[in-house]
């Protein structure tokens, strides 16, 4: 045997490694298959021709002619017996399948039989190619697994399938443990397998377009973002700059403004300045006139001079000059700081809403539609003052909105009516009209509270927050932004909208608030011994409200929201 791997390995092509086909001797005695040099040096044209073995170079290309006798002496040996040399790559490695024929280096599988259970290499297949029984035999892709196929039990092949139990056996196993089962073939099973299994395929097939289809539109929606995105950007900068640069212009024409009434008025002051000084001047000479005069001895002398002096010009300025230094300008200072308290104003609370637009930006993606909830049903309304108390919530009253004729005490929980006006700081949302002020919590949900008040000229509300801050309808129960109870030893008055609704009930120092939002209902009740419904409101609220009061004079009128416990 290792006599003819030696002819095998002489007579083989150094490039395809094989038997040598149509051989060729070129000029440094090599030979090769006139194909496989003439593709060497086609590949490698660049360089001189040369051997792929010594590497020598010839010049020219040599011609290419076919061995006669070379190609004899192969057909002679293969006669006797000569085969190719498989290449390396031919032969079976442990992860490969190997063949079950081959005695001593076996080569890989090319098929294995399902009949047979056994994998055979090109050269062992060839009777399943050539013998007419083999051939019916079904052939697969060479695999490991061929002893799966045999019934452990029976030793059989398992070309059955038990629909009942779900797995292959083999015809032993139908008619015993499996006796009465759903049982089909194994080919049948696997074309119905197989047409669900197409089946499945298309779907999936189709999904993966919708997909695709879903992930190029989810693409271009990106793609639209960025664009709005940047485009917005863009103008509000520019936006934002024209304002920026409004603020600038104005600033420069309030400065310039400013400086030239400076110079006018100072100008006037000069002038009224030098005319005094010159009036001074005048005034010291004919002091010193008559002064002189008034030395005079004598008596002719002296009456003669008083006849001829002139009589005193009368001023041409009056001596009631006022001073009052820093404030020549100072109602330009406050124009300016209510400029600025607007704008804060805007920045701070309207503002809110450029940052809800930017919040509510929503891409609707498509995602399964929840089923629709039962609305919950509304929440009756406590019978008793416990059972309100359980909602009840701390309110504490906000310095910024409250009243100059208005001072607060107790932790900012109560309020009362001055003689005088308090030192607060200016803030856009201070009343400046009515003497009232709300709630720093934003009212939702369930809630309850109570308000102690003096006697006379006290009503107890709720109000948006964006209520007007100024003027007769800034009043609460003077618009369609907040709800009142006017609060009278001789009764109530509900107002809503500049209309108001007389209520009788008993008087109490001590008022209840309940409020569900979400529900749209606000009562007002009177609190003593025990509680008696005043009034009550069902509407719907569209923004969070604020509890407030509103005191009216005498001084010392008061309203406290009361802790409860």
Wanted: proline fraction near 5%.
């Amino acid at each position: 045997m290792a006599q003819k791997g030696d002819h095998q390995e002489a007579f083989s092509c150094s490039i395809c490694l094989e038997v040598l086909k149509d051989p060729v001797t070129i000029p440094c005695g090599h030979s090769y298959c006139m194909n496989c040099i003439k593709t060497y040096w086609d590949e490698e044209e660049k360089n001189l021709p040369s051997c792929p073995q010594c590497r020598q170079t010839f010049t020219p290309r040599p011609e290419l002619v076919k061995s006669t006798m070379f190609a004899a002496l192969l057909e002679q040996l293969k006669k006797i017996g000569l085969q190719a040399a498989p290449a390396d790559h031919c032969y079976a490695v442990p992860e490969d399948v190997a063949c079950d024929v081959c005695s001593e280096r076996k080569l890989k599988a090319v098929k294995s039989c399902l009949v047979c259970l056994a994998s055979y290499c090109q050269k062992h297949l060839q009777p399943h190619c050539d013998a007419a029984p083999l051939k019916k035999h079904q052939l697969v892709d060479p695999s490991k697994n061929l002893q799966d196929n045999i019934c452990p039990r029976h030793a059989e092949v398992r070309k059955m399938f038990c629909r009942t139990d779900q797995k292959c056996i083999c015809y032993l196993c139908s008619v015993e443990e499996h006796k009465g089962h759903d049982i089909v073939s194994a080919a049948a099973e696997r074309t119905e397998r197989q047409r669900e299994m197409e089946v499945s395929q298309q779907q999936i097939q189709q999904q993966i377009q919708d997909r695709e289809k879903d992930v190029k539109l989810l693409q271009q929606e990106v793609d639209a973002i960025n664009q709005s995105a940047d485009k917005t950007v863009e103008d509000s900068e520019e936006m934002f700059t024209e304002l920026i640069s409004l603020l600038q212009k104005k600033s420069s024409e309030v400065k310039q403004h400013i400086r030239s009434q400076q110079e006018t008025e100072v100008r006037r002051v000069r002038e009224l300045e030098e005319k005094l000084q010159q009036e001074i001047t005048d005034l010291k000479r004919r002091y010193a006139e008559m002064k002189q005069l008034s030395d005079t001895e004598d008596h002719n002398q002296f009456l003669h001079s008083c006849l001829s002096l002139s009589p005193l010009n009368e001023s041409t300025h009056s001596s009631g000059i006022s001073i009052h230094p820093f404030r020549y300008f100072e109602d330009v200072t406050a124009a300016v700081s209510e400029v600025r308290g607007r704008l804060q104003y805007i920045l701070r609370d309207i503002w809110t809403n450029v940052s809800l637009a930017v919040t509510d930006v929503d891409v609707l993606l498509s995602q399964p539609k929840p089923e629709p909830q039962p609305e919950p049903e509304p929440q009756p309304e406590p019978e008793s003052r416990a059972g309100f108390l359980k909602y009840s919530c701390e309110i504490t009253l906000d310095p910024n909105t409250v009243n100059e004729r208005l001072f607060l005490s107790e932790e900012n929980r109560k309020v009362t009516v001055m003689d005088e006006d308090q030192s607060y700081s200016d803030h856009p949302d201070r009343f400046t009209y009515v003497h009232q002020v709300l709630s720093r919590e934003s009212l939702t949900g369930r809630r309850y509270w109570e308000v102690k008040m003096t006697v006379d000229g006290v009503c107890v509300a709720v109000s948006y927050k964006n209520i007007s801050r100024s003027g007769e309808e800034s009043g609460f129960g003077c618009n369609d932004k907040s709800w009142s109870l006017d609060c009278e030893p001789d009764g109530y008055r509900f107002w809503y909208n500049d209309i108001h609704t007389l209520i009788s009930g008993p008087w109490t120092s001590r008022i209840g608030i309940y409020l569900d939002h979400r529900a749209g209902v606000l009562s007002f009740y009177s609190v003593s011994g025990t509680m008696t419904l005043l009034h009550r409101v069902q509407t719907t609220f569209t923004q969070p409200l604020h509890a407030g009061v509103w005191v009216n004079y005498p001084p010392g009128n008061s309203a406290e929201f009361c802790k409860l416990k």
